[in-house]
């Protein structure tokens, strides 16, 4: 088949290098978010998508929004059979929508109707889930409703964070997309409804819901910045400025500590939860390096005593 590969960032490129090695299927084009500041020169760069399709030497479209017309002509006088998307990033129009004779096909990384939404993997490791996995389906006008061609299932280890665990589901979702290529060429897949009960949503995270609550338990501590990391990063406050941090290590046996409390060594820096005690590995402060937690501590005129305030 004819493809128009749409995606954006780093997560969908296993995607596209699974198309590209396929020789059943011709990715004849990419369409990917505009280019954007990024990174400490706040230089303007291509998406990781548009990089990778450049090397390839694939045509590359980039609209403001899917629904402009110089976009839309272009994409008919492609005509592409089918149109793969991974994380693009932008809505689409019925009229683009309409466009491929076989759709477009999501590659989505949740078991759906599970965390329908644009942060899927982030809020299956926060809410404790054991069990994910990416679902390829047949994109609709609803938010990740349509109907599913296939799934692939990927366990959550416990010291998983969104990071980890979304570039296993990129490998994996990578194998999954090219195979439902295949059978919706071949004829012999159908996508079936997802179930009506069963649907969670997994809206973007804000920075906001990022900020560390230390009254909650550990347990709810750890899987919180687990899933922020490394977007949006975890954060919190000490002496009114905004402190980021990595994963914690939970330790059942202290709890000595009142939540947002520090306990400071010269090889350890413990805070208290709202049950024990977690270690902190590393941090970040701010307009600064990320760093060991004990380093921090180190480098202060006067170690804080608690954080969140």
């Known amino acids: 088949m004819r493809l128009v590969f749409a995606g954006t960032p780093e997560a ?16 004849v084009a990419v369409v990917t978010r505009p280019d954007a500041v990024a990174g400490r020169g706040r230089k303007l760069l291509s998406s990781p998508v548009a990089q990778r399709a450049e ?3 694939i045509e590359v479209l ?9 976009f ?10 089918c149109c793969p998307v991974v994380a693009y990033g932008a809505l689409l129009p019925k009229v683009a929508l309409d466009v491929p004779a076989h759709g477009w096909v999501n590659l989505h990384f949740s078991l759906l109707p599970a965390w329908r939404g644009a942060a ?11 069990m994910t996995g990416a679902s390829t389906f047949l994109i609709e006008q609803g938010l990740d409703s349509g109907p599913v061609y296939g799934v692939v299932t990927e366990e959550i280890r416990g010291t998983d964070t969104s990071g980890d665990l979304l570039g296993r589901l990129a490998v994996s979702g990578a194998g999954l997309l090219a195979a439902t290529m295949d059978g919706i060429e071949d004829g012999r897949l159908v996508a079936r409804p997802q179930p009506a009960d069963g649907i969670t949503l997994a809206p973007k995270l804000r920075v906001e819901d990022a900020a560390v609550d230390w009254s909650a338990p550990a347990l709810r501590v750890d899987r919180l910045i687990r ?22 290590i939970p330790v059942p046996d202290r709890t000595d500590l009142a939540p947002g409390e520090l ?19 590393e941090v970040q402060p701010q307009a600064k390096k990320r760093m060991p937690a004990p380093a921090w501590t180190r480098g202060l005129h006067e170690p804080p005593t608690h954080l969140g305030a």
Request: aromatic fraction near 2%.
């Open 263 to 281: 306990a400071i060594t010269k090889n350890a820096v413990h805070v208290g939860t709202g049950s024990h005690a977690v270690l902190l590995t």
């Open 120 to 130: 899927p993997v982030q809020h299956a490791v926060m809410a404790g889930d054991e």
């Open 227 to 248: 899933g922020c990391t490394p977007a949006p990063g975890a954060w919190t406050r000490v002496g009114g400025e905004r402190l980021k941090l990595g994963p914690v």
């Open 12 to 27: 969908a490129v296993p995607a596209l290098d699974a198309l590209l090695a396929s020789d059943r299927h011709e990715v």
């Open 72 to 81: 839309l002509a272009r994409l008919r006088e492609i005509a592409p059979d």
């Open 62 to 70: 980039k609209p403001g929004r899917p629904r402009e017309e110089d």
């Open 55 to 57: 090397e390839a030497g």
